[in-house]
């Protein structure tokens, strides 16, 4: 029995772990957009930074896509629909959006991880959980939050 209700939670820990990969995917594709898009000297220097963002996203990505596969799961392919900003402050505050999310996401993952007695997979969240934390920090820097 309680094998069983282990094996339900982790395959819900599997499907929540594939919904942070596509949240990836939509920062992968929302910061190309971006980088390319937001304009301003008051902007130059976040620009520098979303590139630094842009390559850790990948790692995320890469880093889920291995996690859901190492569970057993496969990992998602969608890319959620990624909104158009009118301008380049729109743009950035919808970053920090995308990020808070995942910030409350990999919180949550991680104790979930701990509590399902996967320390390696908690192991391996442990970066995105730091990077996003600072990710947070450097668009609220920029917005002057
Ligand atoms: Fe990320
Ligand atoms: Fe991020």
């Not at 291995?66 to 301008?87: I, K, M, N, Y």
């Amino acid at each position: 029995m309680a094998t069983r209700r282990n094996d339900r939670d982790t395959e819900s820990f599997v499907a929540l772990l594939n919904e942070d990969l596509q949240t990836e995917y939509q920062s992968i594709v929302q910061y190309i957009n971006h980088i390319a898009t937001i304009t301003g000297p008051e902007f130059l220097s976040i620009i520098g930074e979303l590139k630094v963002h842009l390559g850790q996203e990948l790692v995320h990505a890469q880093t889920l896509a291995d996690q859901v596969s190492f569970l057993g799961g496969r990992p998602a392919t969608t890319v959620p629909r990624v909104q158009t900003a009118s301008d380049s402050r729109g743009a950035l505050a919808a970053d920090l959006h995308l990020e808070n999310d995942q910030l409350e996401r990999y919180r949550e993952r991680f104790s979930q991880a701990s509590e399902l007695g996967l320390a390696d997979v908690a192991e391996a969240l442990r970066p995105l959980l730091e990077q996003t934390q600072e990710h947070v920090r450097d668009l609220k820097t920029a917005l002057g939050e």
